[in-house]
């Protein structure tokens, strides 16, 4: 008797003391079991009486504690001993009572009520037993003779030895070739005699013999000889209340169907054997096995399979009569169906042969014409076999794509096919199937060779605008709002067949898939077709998934950041649906919402220019009630960035001008500050020929653009600069500051960094620094004098002979006018300001300069013509 404390664990998880007492093994009142008995160590009450059974997993925890699950109490129980010694000693009563209930249930004990001693007695003598098979290493010598009456030392042999016990055993078991012979000689006559406990104990010797997953045991329990023998005693399970029917099922149901025959033998014993393993490891022992064997047996499944196909596809004869029969006229629907069956098996099964092999196979296959056969199978009703289609498609595609390519190029029927197969409603996993193999074609990363671009080519030119209608077709019009649809073509192909939602989903898949892998080419059918539009009508659908999806093909589209695709969205208002889809699912939290916020700060992000203000000014009055949205208020900034940053642009050429009219205001200064010294009569007559000169071209040409006038529409207008008059040097009045047209291209010329200071030709003089402004004043008198001499020659001679020459005073003049004329950035544009220039020439010359191109001025130069004035 050992004092132990009772524990009960409670619903809360916590383990509850239910009292102390002492416990004992001993036989419970009106039961032939043994069991544990607690009584009270106070009033000798009963605390806990628990039957020991064979089921029951007990766990004994660091050296005092004893748990395990009661089922009937339907709840975890303890046991926590005072000494480490009495729980060891329960402990070891506890497994061998265990023990001697598993073969006293095979019946090779006899099970009554005696005590724990005699149990422990019988338990020694069946280790004597076992001690007179090992040697003196204690290794197994041999196993005891296969007998009825020694089958419970076999079976205690295989289930309790440890990993080299077992090891041993199996090596035994594959060395006696007599020991499944008279295994199944013994089954046969249990049997017959209906003895139920001897064929619970071989169903357990055979489930242990099985468990010791040795390769060589497998290949004789699965041989033709053993193996309904060895699944007819797996069918007496004793956990299991009623006997199992396998043989009969095996028998009598599995029927093994040749689509062509097969005179390899050993071909057929392999198909068979592989069926049976499948058989006994997926219905007969799926809750028995273990990892490892499990393993075992599907590594068989798969040597065998790899061993069938190799041995089919290197019979020549038997490819060729596969090939030849299915493309014949003459046989049955029901046998083409199981034809194509085989041959959908046999290619899935070439899987377990090596790469190489794989693929010399599917060449082979290749060029006997499959792809032939396939074609007709696409054409059947049949789902069954129009799904075996697709699936070899798959397989030939994810082992080489150029074999279908290169049949694709010279038949293009099987694209079309394929395309067709899409929109037909054949099934949910039929839909992806047609997907998938219309993607793995047209992938641009995995394509190569000459019949790269053919494919791409037939499919844009001949299916693309057959996808678009299709889903163009199924949506309703604008008319019609997407919440009361009651669109009757909705969902309908142009041959009146509906089109499922899930089909227009996967067309869309489709061409999100091309605008990634065929930017340009998908690109120049939307531009010229209008396809986009075509395709966001999906957004008109009641199915939700479906406007995600048209969002989700619209984000794909801006994501390229192609110039002409924006333009495109922008010009035919491609955003509106979308933006109305977004409006009308309000607050509603859901993919849609979310698709179309990511796509708006995708475009605040990439910094789409174009989009962010479209966007606004085009919806804003529609997002506006979205503000409180994070992504909308940051959208809104973007486009006030934008707006800030276009307005310094405008007015930035303003103070340009302005500085520059300054300058030039400073350049007159100087020069009236040197025409001071000059001979007053021929200043005089200067100035007023100027005064003239300028009044003219003022009341002319406002503004002070004359070469506009003249020219006409001939070069682009400039900048609308002031003129000013000088009737007197001493009365200096700065030009007015007016704003100038901005322009990009308004540089300054660059010899005008070269100030002009005009100088008395009659006497040569200086007002101050004379030699170092001379050098100064030559320079701008020699590209004037270029410039007059180039004008000269190019006038008529009539005009020629009434020219004199002018006094030096008239070049000062002409200072303003030359001054007043912008750069445009063009060479055409430098030389009218060279033609500007010879107004130097006097106001005589400047009309009919005015009037002369470019080519004149540069062609006509004459060097017999002399200078029109002194220069000295």
Same mark, same amino acid.
């Given at each position: ?139 197994? %010598?041999? =196993?005891?003779?296969?007998? !009825?009456?020694? /089958?419970?030392?076999?079976?205690? +042999?295989?289930?309790?030895?440890? @990993? ?122 799926? %809750?028995? =096995?273990?990892?490892?064997? !499990?393993?075992? /047996?599907?590594?068989?499944?798969? +040597?065998?399979?790899?061993?069938? @196909? ?124 047609? =997907? ?18 053919? @494919? ?417």
């Amino acid at each position: 008797m050992q004092r132990v404390k009772v524990y009960r664990l409670a619903d809360g998880g916590k383990w509850d003391d239910q009292g102390t007492g002492h416990v004992s093994i001993e036989y419970i009142e009106g039961s032939k079991e043994l069991g544990l008995t607690v009584l009270d160590e106070e009033d000798n009450e009963t605390l806990l009486v628990h039957n020991i059974t064979s089921d029951d997993i007990y766990r004994k925890q660091e050296e005092t504690i004893i748990s395990w699950r009661d089922h009937e109490a339907a709840t975890d129980l303890a046991l926590s001993f005072q000494e480490a010694a009495g729980c060891s000693y329960i402990w070891e009563h506890i497994c061998d009572i265990q023990r001697n209930l598993q073969f006293s249930n095979l019946g090779a004990l006899e099970v009554g009520p005696r005590q724990a001693s005699e149990s422990l007695e019988a338990s020694r003598i069946m280790h004597s037993n076992d001690d007179s098979f090992r040697s003196a290493n204690g290794e197994f %010598r041999e =196993l005891p003779p296969v007998e !009825l009456s020694n /089958l419970p030392f076999i079976l205690k +042999t295989v289930l309790e030895g440890g @990993i080299t016990d077992q090891i041993r055993v199996a090596e035994l078991i594959t060395q006696d070739r007599d020991f499944f012979p008279k295994l199944v000689d013994i089954f046969r006559t249990c049997e017959d005699l209906e003895n139920l406990d001897d064929l619970h104990m071989i169903f357990k010797l055979v489930k242990g013999i099985i468990l010791l997953n040795s390769p060589l045991i497998f290949d004789k329990i699965f041989s033709d000889e053993f193996i309904l023998d060895i699944i007819g005693a797996l069918e007496y399970d004793p956990e299991v209340p009623r006997v199992q029917k396998h043989r009969a099922f095996l028998k009598d149901h599995v029927v093994f169907k040749e689509a062509i025959h097969i005179e390899n033998v050993s071909v057929v014993s392999k198909i068979h054997q592989t069926y049976r393993i499948g058989y006994l490891k997926d219905v007969i022992l799926p %809750r028995i =096995l273990d990892d490892a064997t !499990l393993a075992s /047996l599907n590594t068989m499944i798969h +040597t065998n399979n790899a061993s069938v @196909i190799s041995l089919l596809k290197d019979d020549a004869l038997f490819i060729r009569q596969l090939f030849a029969r299915m493309r014949s006229s003459d046989i049955s629907m029901e046998s083409k169906r199981e034809l194509v069956l085989f041959l959908h098996e046999f290619c899935t099964l070439s899987k377990s042969l090596p790469l190489v092999q794989q693929l010399r196979l599917f060449r082979d296959l290749s060029g006997e014409g499959v792809f032939e056969i396939i074609s007709d199978v696409l054409q059947s009703h049949d789902r069954k076999i129009v799904s075996a289609g697709t699936d070899i498609l798959i397989l030939f595609l994810n082992q080489d794509p150029n074999l279908l390519r290169s049949y694709i190029v010279q038949q293009e029927g099987l694209l079309g096919l394929l395309v067709k197969g899409m929109v037909t409603d054949f099934g949910e996993e039929m839909h992806c199937q047609f =997907l998938e193999i219309l993607r793995i074609l047209m992938d641009s990363f995995t394509m190569s060779g000459a019949h790269r671009d053919v @494919i791409i080519e037939i499919f844009y030119e001949r299916h693309l605008d057959y996808l678009v209608d299709v889903i163009a077709s199924s949506c309703p019009p604008r008319s019609i709002s997407r919440s009361t649809s009651n669109f009757v073509g909705a969902g309908r192909n142009g041959e009146g067949h509906r089109i499922k939602p899930e089909i227009l989903l996967n067309v869309c898949e489709l061409l999100c898939f091309c605008v990634v892998h065929h930017p340009y080419k998908i690109k120049c059918n939307f531009l010229m077709n209008n396809a986009i539009e075509k395709i966001l009508a999906l957004t008109r659908r009641r199915e939700r998934f479906l406007v995600v999806a048209a969002v989700r093909f619209m984000r794909t589209i801006i994501s390229r950041n192609d110039e002409h695709l924006i333009r495109h969205v922008v010009k035919f208002n491609l955003l509106k649906p979308i933006i109305e889809a977004f409006v009308e699912n309000g607050d509603r939290y859901n993919m849609l919402h979310s698709g179309v916020l990511e796509l708006l700060e995708y475009m605040r992000k990439e910094n789409i220019k174009t989009l962010v203000i479209y966007v606004i000014e085009s919806f804003w009055d529609q997002l506006a009630k979205f503000e409180h949205l994070g992504c909308i208020q940051g959208f809104k900034l973007k486009y006030q960035q934008y707006l800030e940053s276009a307005e310094p642009r405008l007015n930035v050429s303003v103070p340009d001008m302005r500085k520059k009219a300054e300058q030039r205001g400073l350049e007159k200064e100087e020069e009236d500050y040197f025409n001071e010294d000059s001979d007053e009569e021929d200043s005089g007559n200067g100035r007023r020929a100027k005064h003239a000169q300028n009044q003219h071209t003022k009341a002319k040409v406002p503004n002070g653009s004359e070469a506009d006038n003249l020219e006409g529409a001939s070069r682009p207008k400039s900048a609308g600069l002031v003129d000013y008059d000088d009737d007197d040097d001493e009365d200096f009045n700065p030009p007015p500051k007016e704003p100038a047209k901005p322009s990009e291209d308004d540089v300054p010329l660059n010899i005008a960094t070269v100030k002009r200071r005009p100088v008395n030709a009659v006497d040569g003089k200086h007002a101050d620094g004379e030699g170092r402004k001379r050098q100064k004043i030559e320079t701008r008198i020699s590209c004037a004098k270029i410039t007059a001499v180039t004008s000269i020659a190019s006038k008529h001679t009539d005009l020629q002979n009434k020219h004199a020459p002018h006094s030096p005073t008239a070049s000062t003049s002409s200072t303003e006018a030359n001054g007043v004329l912008r750069e445009h950035g063009t060479n055409s544009e430098e030389h009218q300001h060279s033609v500007e220039a010879s107004r130097q020439a006097g106001g005589d010359c400047i009309k009919d300069v005015g009037s002369m191109s470019t080519e004149k001025a540069v062609n006509t130069t004459n060097p017999s013509d002399s200078e029109p004035y002194s220069v000295r």
